[in-house]
């Protein structure tokens, strides 16, 4: 029903950039919470950051990231954003997109229905 297709993953010195980009084909996306996970080498998917359905009003980070990243939609363009800022070497991984109908914020992996194939973000020291 729904199709998640990550992009702007790539390579970035410590303390750049970048930004993340979901979209999303269905019919009702506006409905639907999303998030973001992250997967390095030999280590067990992690929750990142989830933004609520609707209005996305609400948003959540891991502690790790907070104040570094930003989750955000434009429920007009079926697309959610994942803003990185000063990025560190320990950011490197896959990431994830997620999405699942919900008007709140969702963290757990297992209640998403919905996931894109990921996209690598590296980042060098």
């Known amino acids: 029903q729904v199709q998640l297709v990550e992009s702007g993953g790539g390579l970035v010195h410590a303390g750049g950039s970048l930004r993340l980009a979901c979209a999303a084909s269905?019919?009702?996306?506006?409905?639907?919470?999303m998030g973001w996970f992250r997967q390095a080498p030999g280590k067990e998917r992690e929750f990142v950051a989830a933004i609520s359905g609707w209005s996305g009003r609400s948003t959540s980070y891991t502690h790790s990231v907070k104040g570094r990243f930003t989750i955000s939609r434009d429920n007009a363009q079926n697309t959610v954003y994942l803003q990185m800022n000063f990025l560190k070497p320990e950011d490197t991984a896959v990431y994830y997109c997620a999405a699942t109908p919900s008007p709140n914020v969702v963290v757990a992996g297992h209640e998403y229905d919905y996931w894109g194939q990921g996209t690598q973000v590296t980042v060098s020291s």
């Open positions: 269905g019919r009702t996306f506006s409905s639907y919470a």
